[in-house]
């Protein structure tokens, strides 16, 4: 994440934004006077207190009471906690530093410091994670009373050391259990009171992320930072990776793209096909063409779907088959 001197800094925008996401790393491992000073310079381009929400992730291992008030005097809103588990063994298969108690002892900082939103992420189908380990996580998250819960497939992408070992055969996935798991969630979190509004995402009402719900529904978006992706209308475009050299190009261009390119209506209805079929609200017909059309009429009679007006939703069973689902009707 990087800080640009004022000497340098313009405004980004011809337009304020709605929302303000900093993650896709972990800035809550920046210290006090760091975090001031980065947020400093954000508002002195953007108007927090207009915005409808600023969020950041933050890791249970890199903060305190303290820090956490300084999240709040920075104007955070909304805080993303990569919580995973709350089993001591399945932390330990993800690698993470922290522990159960910690995890949930940084909930309470949270709460005690007045933090507006609170969400947990969590994660089913780790390697050798039974329903029982599931079931314990599911419910001390919804014990510790969070505002949104986010409820994740661990899925294996490519470079990392899970996909090795999955590509080995060291490690495997029960399409039974994931389905098992992801009901079991659904179920356990309605029951709590929670509503869930995308595929792997439940919120108490008027905690919904603002953010995710426009990146969802194909709003533009502008990335900070290196490796960062920006879409404004039909261009996207990826920053420099390399974070000394994002740095030079910022001070020197005012911007660090390294690659540029126009998105297509095709593809462009594609990513809002997707993305839309995993919300409550589902898809418009308009983004179906005939055949999709036709797909989508089985799918309604084999229950996987629904129609409301001019909307095309999927139904319990058919959210846990969402992107098979989006990959038959595109």
Same mark, same amino acid.
């Given at each position: 994440?990087? &800080?640009?001197?004022?000497?340098?800094?313009?405004?980004?925008?011809?337009?304020? $934004?709605?929302?303000?996401?900093?993650?896709?790393?972990? $800035?809550?491992?920046?210290?006090?006077s760091l975090l001031k000073r980065l947020f400093c310079g954000m508002q002195?381009?953007?108007?927090?207190?207009?915005?409808?929400?600023?969020?950041?992730?933050?890791?249970?291992?890199?903060?305190d009471e303290a820090k956490a008030q300084v999240f709040r005097e920075c104007?955070?809103?909304?805080?993303?906690?990569?919580?995973?588990?709350?089993?001591?063994?399945?932390?330990?298969?993800?690698?993470?530093?922290?522990?159960?108690?910690?995890?949930?002892?940084?909930?309470?900082?949270?709460?005690?410091?007045?933090?507006?939103?609170?969400?947990?992420?969590?994660?089913?189908?780790? $390697?050798?994670?039974?329903?029982?380990?599931?079931? /314990?996580?599911?419910?001390?998250?919804?014990?510790?009373? $969070?505002?949104? &819960?986010?409820?994740? =497939?661990?899925?294996?992408?490519?470079?990392?050391?899970?996909?090795?070992?999955?590509?080995?055969?060291?490690?495997?996935?029960?399409?039974?259990?994931?389905? #098992?798991?992801?009901?079991?969630?659904?179920?356990?979190?309605?029951?709590?009171?929670?509503?869930?509004?995308?595929?792997? =995402?439940?919120?108490?009402?008027?905690?919904?992320?603002?953010?995710?719900?426009?990146?969802?529904?194909?709003?533009?978006?502008?990335?900070?930072?290196?490796?960062?992706?920006?879409?404004?209308?039909?261009?996207?475009?990826?920053?420099?990776?390399?974070?000394?050299?994002?740095?030079?190009?910022?001070?020197?261009?005012? /911007?660090?793209?390294?690659?540029?390119? =126009?998105?297509?209506? #095709?593809?462009?209805?594609?990513?809002?096909?997707?993305?839309?079929?995993?919300?409550?609200?589902?898809?418009?017909?308009?983004?179906?063409?005939?055949?999709?059309?036709?797909?989508?009429?089985?799918? &309604?009679? #084999?229950?996987?779907?629904?129609?409301?007006?001019?909307?095309?939703?999927?139904?319990?069973?058919?959210?846990?088959?969402?992107?098979?689902?989006?990959? #038959?009707?595109?």
């Amino acid at each position: 994440m990087a &800080i640009v001197e004022a000497k340098h800094r313009v405004p980004l925008l011809s337009v304020a $934004p709605r929302t303000l996401f900093l993650g896709g790393g972990t $800035p809550s491992m920046l210290s006090p006077s760091l975090l001031k000073r980065l947020f400093c310079g954000m508002q002195e381009v953007m108007n927090f207190e207009s915005m409808d929400e600023v969020s950041m992730e933050a890791n249970p291992a890199t903060f305190d009471e303290a820090k956490a008030q300084v999240f709040r005097e920075c104007g955070v809103k909304r805080v993303s906690l990569g919580v995973q588990s709350f089993s001591a063994s399945m932390l330990q298969v993800l690698g993470r530093e922290h522990g159960p108690e910690q995890a949930a002892e940084s909930v309470r900082i949270l709460q005690r410091v007045g933090m507006p939103s609170i969400n947990v992420d969590l994660m089913f189908s780790l $390697p050798g994670q039974t329903m029982a380990d599931w079931q /314990h996580t599911l419910e001390t998250a919804i014990g510790l009373e $969070p505002d949104h &819960i986010s409820a994740y =497939n661990l899925t294996y992408e490519e470079d990392t050391a899970f996909f090795d070992s999955f590509q080995s055969g060291a490690m495997a996935q029960s399409v039974e259990l994931n389905g #098992e798991m992801f009901y079991e969630a659904k179920q356990r979190l309605e029951d709590a009171g929670y509503v869930q509004y995308e595929t792997s =995402n439940y919120a108490k009402p008027g905690h919904e992320s603002v953010h995710n719900q426009g990146y969802w529904t194909g709003e533009d978006y502008v990335g900070l930072g290196p490796s960062a992706v920006s879409t404004l209308g039909a261009e996207r475009s990826r920053n420099i990776e390399n974070t000394e050299k994002y740095l030079s190009m910022v001070k020197l261009f005012g /911007h660090a793209v390294a690659d540029r390119e =126009n998105i297509g209506q #095709e593809e462009r209805r594609l990513e809002r096909l997707a993305m839309g079929l995993r919300t409550r609200e589902g898809i418009s017909r308009d983004l179906l063409d005939a055949d999709g059309v036709a797909r989508m009429r089985v799918l &309604i009679g #084999e229950g996987l779907a629904e129609e409301q007006g001019d909307r095309m939703i999927l139904t319990k069973q058919g959210a846990s088959l969402v992107d098979g689902i989006a990959g #038959e009707i595109s």
